[in-house]
């Protein structure tokens, strides 16, 4: 045990492309090594409650393997009473931990509509964290959402390999996404990053320098999504991500950051219905519940499939139940 990890610590490249593709037993023994971890560390079997709510899905990327934005979908923008209304009622259900989640939009008043959102739920709440997902970003406007009350941003680099990068996310490059990632840390926001595992083209070699960059990071949160092949996007043909090799990659996270949160995404749950449960397994410790986002507006949101996964509290609750963890509406990072 003590081999794993000092190997992953020590980011020893041929070990850890051992380490990733491990299968059966050795895969299962890295997941307990990672659940033990986790279960040892900051937050113990605690597992952190979160509401998403998909604000906007106008988007001015153009990401290889997403249909955010997709001609077909159509386009839309929650009103922010509607938004303030949906927090205030999962607030007082006992929710304390809101995401906000939109396609990538520079537009001033769009950031200026998000900030007096973000003003008025701390009025609902203090003790509310607010969680933004919008994507790059001015230095200038993070800070104004910073200001207004944003606790944590989450924003993944999806692939650290400055080729892959653009072969993936032709409109933008691994340099801009890192310096908006580096603005965040500099203004002192609880940050998220990380990847997305089985991307085309995707090499182990690839992999390991993710790590690399996560490991080098100021990170409170880190995240492995599965790729799906969404039917809208332009990597609609090639294969879904690798679950064991996405669950080891999860594991190894864990072993590196064991004091980070990290979430099992819905992802995971798509052609394989116990996925997030297995999330936790693999020393996850975060789960979004699809619970403020308006039913008109889900199949409008499609970051993975047409046939999109939105947990329900109850199948969220329960499969923190199995995995022997206790639900909480907050973690302070």
């Known amino acids: 045990m003590n081999n794993i990890i000092s190997n992953i610590r020590n980011l020893e490249k041929e070990k850890i492309i051992e380490i990733l593709q491990y299968k059966d037993v050795n895969h299962l023994k890295l997941l307990n090594i990672a659940?033990?971890?986790?279960?040892?560390?900051?937050f113990k079997n605690k597992a952190e409650l979160r509401s998403v709510i998909e604000i906007s899905n106008i988007c001015s990327q153009k990401c290889k393997y997403c249909s955010i934005g997709n001609k077909k979908e159509g386009k839309f923008i929650q009103n922010k009473n509607d938004i303030i209304k949906k927090v205030r009622m999962l607030a007082d259900k006992g929710r304390r931990t809101f995401l906000l989640q939109s396609g990538e939009s520079k537009n001033q008043k769009f950031i200026d509509d998000i900030s007096s959102c973000c003003e008025?739920?701390?009025?609902?709440?203090?003790?509310?964290?607010?969680?933004?997902?919008?994507?790059?970003?001015?230095?200038?406007?993070?800070?104004?959402?910073?200001?207004?009350?944003?606790?944590?941003?989450?924003?993944?680099?999806?692939t650290s390999n400055a080729e892959h990068h653009k072969f993936c996310r032709p409109s933008d490059n691994i340099e801009n996404r890192l310096e908006c990632i580096n603005n965040l840390?500099?203004?002192?926001?609880?940050?998220?990053?990380?990847?997305?595992?089985?991307?085309?083209?995707?090499?182990?070699?690839?992999?390991?320098?993710?790590?690399?960059?996560?490991?080098?990071?100021?990170?409170?949160?880190?995240s492995a999504?599965?790729?799906?092949?969404?039917?809208?996007s332009e990597f609609r043909n090639y294969p879904a991500g690798d679950i064991n090799l996405t669950l080891n990659f999860i594991a190894v996270l864990r072993i590196l950051k064991p004091e980070c949160l990290i979430p099992s995404t819905s992802s995971l749950s798509i052609d394989n219905k116990n996925g997030q449960y297995e999330g936790l397994m693999a020393g996850c410790n975060t789960v979004t519940i699809h619970d403020?986002?308006?039913?008109?507006?889900?199949?409008?949101?499609?970051?993975?499939s047409k046939d999109r996964f939105t947990p329900a509290?109850?199948?969220?609750?329960?499969?923190?139940?199995?995995?022997?963890?206790i639900p909480e509406n907050k973690l302070i990072l």
């Open 292 to 304: 403020g986002t308006p039913k008109e507006f889900e199949k409008q949101f499609m970051i993975y």
């Open 35 to 42: 659940r033990d971890i986790r279960n040892n560390g900051k």
């Open 313 to 325: 509290e109850e199948f969220c609750r329960n499969i923190i139940k199995d995995a022997s963890m």
């Open 225 to 232: 999504t599965k790729f799906i092949p969404n039917e809208f």
């Open 120 to 158: 008025e739920i701390k009025n609902i709440n203090s003790d509310i964290q607010i969680i933004l997902c919008l994507g790059n970003l001015t230095k200038r406007q993070y800070k104004q959402l910073k200001d207004a009350g944003a606790d944590r941003y989450v924003l993944k680099f999806e």
């Open 185 to 222: 840390i500099d203004l002192d926001f609880k940050v998220g990053s990380g990847n997305i595992v089985g991307l085309p083209m995707q090499t182990l070699d690839n992999l390991y320098e993710d790590l690399v960059l996560i490991n080098s990071l100021k990170l409170s949160m880190v």
